[in-house]
């Protein structure tokens, strides 16, 4: 499970993901959980080297347990961390079984790699696509909060306050939200 920006516990003393829904998403897979700390600066760079330093991490686990899948879920520019990373792991011969990315910019980051199942979870009040996503349309350029090839789900109970922050954050530690708009997507 991968954060998002400005989320590292390391730096800010806070997580992105709740003690109770990282137990979920453990049970919801009947498998044990790992959340990778990045740095969660805001540079192509920051994710970049957050990408490569989890490719590492799961390609050592996966050495040692390689009957067990692979599966990476991650919250706003962390689901962009975890798009490089199936990519990575793809160019070592590695295959991500499941990738969830909740609230992910879509923009410069595609997933190039095939995974067993992409799903991306999105509303249209998240700030963080909307005021992005407008300045990439000012400069002549097309603006989706989807991603090509995904099963893209909009979660409509996350649509909460005016174009606010507060519907980015509503989906990635929803218990409920990932019940009605997750698990019916997972195969």
């Given at each position: 499970?991968?954060?998002?920006?400005?989320?590292?516990?390391?730096?800010?003393?806070?997580?992105?993901?709740?003690?109770?829904?990282?137990?979920y998403?453990?049970?919801?897979?009947?498998?044990?959980?790992?959340e990778f700390?990045?740095?969660?600066?805001?540079?192509?760079?920051?994710?970049?080297?957050?990408?490569?330093?989890?490719?590492?991490?799961?390609?050592?686990?996966?050495?040692?347990?390689?009957?067990?899948?692979?599966?990476?879920?991650?919250?706003?520019?962390?689901?962009?961390?975890?798009?490089?990373?199936?990519?990575?792991?793809?160019?070592?011969?590695?295959?991500?079984?499941?990738?969830?990315?909740?609230?992910?910019?879509?923009?410069?980051?595609?997933?190039?790699?095939?995974?067993?199942?992409h799903?991306?979870?999105?509303?249209?009040?998240d700030?963080?696509?909307?005021?992005?996503?407008?300045r990439?349309r000012?400069?002549?350029?097309?603006?989706?909060?989807?991603?090509?090839?995904?099963?893209?789900?909009?979660?409509?109970?996350?649509e909460?306050?005016f174009?606010?922050?507060?519907?980015?954050?509503?989906?990635?530690?929803?218990?409920?939200?990932w019940?009605?708009?997750?698990?019916?997507?997972?195969?």
């Amino acid at each position: 499970m991968i954060h998002g920006t400005w989320a590292n516990p390391e730096d800010k003393g806070y997580s992105t993901w709740t003690p109770e829904f990282v137990e979920y998403v453990g049970e919801l897979f009947n498998e044990s959980v790992k959340e990778f700390d990045w740095t969660g600066k805001n540079k192509k760079s920051a994710r970049l080297k957050g990408a490569e330093t989890l490719t590492e991490e799961i390609y050592d686990w996966h050495t040692e347990n390689p009957d067990d899948p692979i599966r990476i879920v991650g919250h706003s520019h962390g689901g962009n961390v975890g798009i490089m990373t199936a990519d990575l792991l793809a160019e070592l011969g590695m295959s991500v079984e499941t990738l969830i990315t909740i609230a992910t910019p879509v923009r410069e980051y595609k997933l190039t790699s095939d995974v067993g199942q992409h799903i991306h979870m999105y509303n249209n009040l998240d700030i963080t696509q909307k005021e992005l996503g407008g300045r990439w349309r000012l400069m002549g350029l097309t603006f989706t909060r989807k991603f090509k090839g995904a099963d893209n789900v909009r979660a409509k109970d996350g649509e909460v306050g005016f174009w606010g922050i507060d519907a980015h954050s509503t989906m990635h530690s929803s218990r409920d939200i990932w019940i009605k708009y997750v698990e019916p997507l997972l195969r």
